[in-house]
């Protein structure tokens, strides 16, 4: 269901984008284009780009960076279960990307979005992880020692996620009319996710760092499934700006 939701997001995002872009190419003079540095506290620091559609509606793009203090401040109000600290709060960084529409009404916005996050973090040990399988894995206690120095101590972490995002913004404009100030709250919820736990070297690890391997991976996605949802301030200085078409040169 949760993946049937996403693809039909993201076909009807892609529908208005593209539909609504077609129709503005002939009076792309008037369009208003934004370009935007913003903040999603406490989840990234980002760039983005939007256009503006027929209709009150407008189309945009984010980028984003997870990084420091917003790592700690995020996994701090996400209540995971406590022994997961060492796998999910080793997750310092992560690229955001979110394509998304927005309706405008005077200085009041109503956002929908679809975003990727890749987060991406290392474990000191493969020790750490222990509280994750010890209750599946019986024998943990013996396989440690071998796996361990074959990972020469660390463990790479990666985890994909997609999330659906829905907001409300003020706007707030400048007294210069190409600058506006915009703060508002969103929601992001959680739709689907994939883990990769690898080695940190090219060395050849046997069948039982495999099988630690896999079930972190699951233990960890339902982590992200039961609790990946939380809310955002946003804030963004925005700048706008036309491109202004030249006319055809109807001389013969």
Do not use: C
């Amino acid at each position: 269901m949760k993946y049937q939701i996403i693809r039909l997001a993201t076909v009807v995002i892609i529908m208005i984008a593209t539909t609504s872009f077609q129709n503005v190419l002939a009076q792309s003079s008037s369009a208003v284009h934004k370009i935007e540095l913003n903040t999603r506290i406490p989840y990234y620091f980002g760039l983005g780009y939007e256009y503006s559609l027929p209709n009150n509606f407008s189309a945009r793009v984010r980028a984003g960076y997870l990084t420091s203090p917003y790592d700690k401040m995020l996994y701090n109000i996400i209540p995971f279960d406590e022994e997961f600290d060492a796998s999910i709060k080793s997750f310092k960084h992560g690229v955001i990307t979110e394509l998304g529409v927005a309706y405008n009404y005077k200085n009041n916005r109503l956002a929908v979005g679809v975003q990727y996050a890749q987060l991406v973090g290392e474990v000191e040990s493969v020790t750490e992880l222990k509280p994750l399988v010890e209750d599946q894995i019986p024998y943990i206690d013996f396989i440690l020692p071998f796996i361990s120095p074959l990972l020469q101590g660390k463990v790479e972490l990666q985890s994909n996620i997609v999330l659906m995002s829905v907001g409300y913004e003020r706007v707030i404009p400048f007294n210069n009319p190409r600058w506006e100030f915009v703060a508002g709250l969103t929601y992001n919820k959680y739709i689907s996710s994939s883990d990769v736990t690898s080695k940190t070297d090219n060395q050849v690890v046997d069948e039982r760092y495999f099988q630690v391997r896999d079930l972190v991976n699951k233990k960890v996605e339902k982590q992200f499934e039961d609790y990946m949802s939380f809310p955002t301030i946003d804030l963004a200085v925005r700048y706008k700006f036309k491109i202004a078409r030249k006319a055809k040169d109807t001389a013969n």
